[in-house]
């Protein structure tokens, strides 16, 4: 399985710019890299999926360097409604019969503080 | 709704109790998952669907466990004689289409989840 090591949390201030790195050794050739977000007492949410270089959109960035092994997700100026949990996960296609699951590893906490 | 709604949204148990949690997805979807969240955990996939079809229930923890979506939409998770270690949020999840969730565009929604609590 592929699996992803993010940090457990990351504390950072009002305004600041927040990156989150995330370590995929294992991704498989045709396995995209997704981000979700997770409040308290909510489901996690979809940020941002991408296969390699730069995707950018209304909410975040995200980079993926050639060997595709790390992914950094970037949430520009963040504000205190930036607190969550967010989740790094790879999609499993080698294995067909753990292709129609996604694998939530323990997230990263990340606390905006004011 | 435009979201996955699911019902109820808080459950209290007691142990030896069955309970049953409801997952309305998104209109028109065809894959349907369910998931498990302890508390300060992340999510465990529990099983999945593709319509009406229950295409895989190998993280189903036991036996008490039993899900079904009988006419390819409404999906109902039954856990039978609740133990205290089944206390967790529960989560449904849709998508569009059946390729799998890493794959390019196949984003999948989830819902706020049904917090069980068995006492």
């Known amino acids: 399985l592929a699996k992803t090591t993010q940090p457990i949390s990351m504390d950072s201030y009002e305004g600041q710019e927040v990156n989150i790195t995330c370590s995929h050794n294992n991704i498989a050739t045709n396995d995209y890299i997704t981000w979700y977000q997770q409040f308290p007492s909510q489901g996690p949410r979809f940020i941002i999926q991408?296969?390699?270089t730069k995707v950018t959109n209304e909410v975040a960035s995200l980079f993926i360097p050639a060997d595709r092994k790390s992914s950094t997700l970037s949430l520009p100026r963040v504000s205190l409604s930036d607190t969550a949990v967010y989740y790094c996960?790879?999609?499993?296609?080698?294995?067909?019969?753990?292709?129609?699951?996604?694998?939530f590893g323990g997230g990263t906490r990340v606390l905006v503080k004011p | 709704g435009a979201g996955v709604s699911q019902s109820p949204r808080y459950k209290v148990a007691k142990r030896g109790q069955d309970v049953a949690l409801r997952c309305d997805p998104i209109?028109?979807?065809?894959?349907l998952f369910w998931y498990q969240q302890a508390l300060g955990q992340g999510p465990e996939f529990l099983t999945y669907?593709?319509?009406?079809?229950?295409?895989?229930k190998s993280g189903l923890p036991s036996d008490r466990f039993f899900a079904e979506r009988p006419e390819g939409s409404v999906s109902t998770l039954k856990i039978q004689r609740t133990q205290q270690e089944d206390s967790a949020v529960y989560l449904c999840?849709?998508?569009?289409?059946?390729?799998?969730?890493?794959?390019?565009?196949?984003?999948?929604?989830f819902g706020e989840g049904s917090w069980l609590t068995v006492v």
């Open positions: 996960l790879v999609g499993d296609r080698r294995n067909k019969a753990a292709g129609n699951k996604l694998t």
């Open positions: 209109s028109g979807h065809v894959s």
């Open positions: 669907f593709q319509n009406e079809a229950q295409l895989d």
């Open positions: 999840a849709s998508s569009l289409d059946r390729s799998p969730p890493g794959a390019r565009g196949n984003t999948i929604y």
């Open positions: 991408g296969y390699k």
